[in-house]
């Protein structure tokens, strides 16, 4: 299936507003005015559901109500508009940059009866490393394809725990503060910095399910959560355009990181079209590695 994005670009002015909120509160909320690419989207995970026997995992983390879905690029082309998407990757690079990867790509669908999921950081690999608060080592986008609401499961969070020096996990981490539902129509898209405490919400309702899709990113140096070199078939990653392969990590990262004996990964396996070789190509364009 595919569908082709006809949302409007940011202008500087909404995305100077959108990351003045997430350097203040964590996160933001992106309005995508793309219906058909929405509920094709939902459509196309509903049936991807019932085609693959989709059942919940049974753990902690991903629930027990809970129908979760990796590797979405290999499995529809409608999949590929979501990483790009005009109106989410402009936040995404000013806050990493525009070497930032694709960390993973993850269809949630919460069921009648789930329990809420543990609060988290989404860069909690990183953060037991770095000292908090520290700059994003991962950028989240939570895309809503059905209404969410505090019933159904809406992301449960708290606004500016992504400036706390503590993860939730730690002893000593506060135990009294504002947890919040996030409640947005489908269609939005809640962008917020890898450090903010977050949770899937519980569902109370009898037959409704919450249908989002996880998008994270994280900077070019930071390994991936899912490794898109294996999951996703070279045949299939051919028909990707250049903004995504790179997203995935087919270039070299500032011109040094990721080489394959000298040469990009992308060279590798798509030859002449992401023909780079590592410190030549960089000096060439007398690219600075430590800006």
């Given at each position: 299936?595919?569908?082709?994005?006809?949302?409007?670009?940011?202008?500087?002015s909404?995305?100077a507003d959108?990351?003045?909120?997430i350097?203040?509160?964590?996160?933001?909320?992106?309005?995508?005015?793309?219906?058909?690419?929405?509920y094709?989207?939902?459509?196309?995970i509903?049936?991807?559901?019932?085609?693959?026997?989709?059942?919940?995992?049974?753990t902690m983390?991903?629930?027990?109500?809970?129908?979760?879905?990796?590797?979405?690029?290999?499995r529809?082309?409608?999949?590929?508009e979501?990483?790009?998407?005009?109106?989410v990757?402009p936040?995404?690079?000013?806050?990493?940059d525009?070497?930032c990867?694709?960390?993973?790509?993850?269809?949630i669908?919460?069921?009648?009866?789930?329990?809420?999921q543990?609060?988290?950081?989404?860069?909690?690999?990183?953060?037991?490393h770095?000292?908090?608060?520290?700059?994003?080592m991962?950028v989240?986008?939570?895309?809503?394809?059905?209404?969410?609401?505090?019933?159904?499961?809406?992301?449960?969070?708290?606004?500016?725990s992504?400036?706390?020096?503590w993860?939730?996990?730690?002893?000593?981490?506060?135990?009294?503060?504002?947890?919040?539902a996030?409640?947005?129509?489908?269609?939005?898209v809640?962008?917020?910095?890898?450090s903010?405490?977050h949770?899937?919400?519980p569902n109370?309702?009898?037959?409704?399910w919450?249908?989002g899709?996880?998008v994270?990113?994280?900077?070019?140096f930071?390994?991936?959560?899912?490794?898109?070199?294996?999951?996703?078939?070279?045949?299939?990653?051919?028909?990707f355009?250049?903004?995504?392969?790179?997203?995935?990590?087919?270039?070299l990262?500032?011109?040094?990181?990721?080489?394959?004996?000298?040469?990009?990964?992308?060279?590798?396996?798509?030859?002449?079209?992401?023909a780079?070789t590592?410190?030549?190509?960089?000096?060439?364009r007398?690219?600075?590695?430590?800006?």
């Open positions: 299936m595919t569908a082709t994005s006809t949302a409007t670009e940011l202008d500087a909404e995305l959108h990351l003045a909120r350097e203040e509160k964590g996160f933001t909320i992106v309005e995508l005015s793309d219906d058909d690419l929405v094709g989207l939902r459509d196309t509903r049936r991807l559901e019932d085609e693959l026997g989709v059942v919940p995992r049974g983390a991903e629930g027990v109500a809970t129908k979760r879905m990796y590797n979405l690029l290999a529809d082309t409608i999949f590929a979501m990483p790009v998407h005009r109106r990757l936040i995404v690079e000013a806050l990493l525009p070497g990867l694709l960390s993973g790509m993850t269809a669908d919460i069921g009648p009866g789930e329990q809420p543990p609060l988290h950081g989404d860069d909690i690999v990183m953060s037991s770095l000292q908090r608060p520290h700059a994003p991962m989240t986008s939570m895309w809503a394809l059905t209404d969410f609401t505090e019933a159904n499961g809406g992301t449960r969070f708290v606004p500016g992504h400036r706390w020096p993860s939730p996990h730690q002893s000593d981490a506060p135990r009294d503060y504002d947890e919040q996030l409640e947005m129509p489908a269609g939005s809640m962008v917020f910095h890898g903010l405490w949770g899937g919400g109370s309702t009898v037959d409704e919450r249908c899709v996880n994270q990113y994280c900077p070019g930071v390994r991936q959560q899912q490794n898109p070199y294996f999951s996703i078939p070279p045949d299939v990653a051919s028909t355009d250049d903004r995504l392969l790179e997203l995935l990590g087919y270039r990262y500032k011109g040094i990181m990721g080489h394959v004996d000298g040469r990009s990964p992308g060279e590798v396996v798509f030859g002449e079209r992401f780079e590592a410190y030549r190509d960089a000096e060439s007398r690219f600075d590695p430590n800006p």
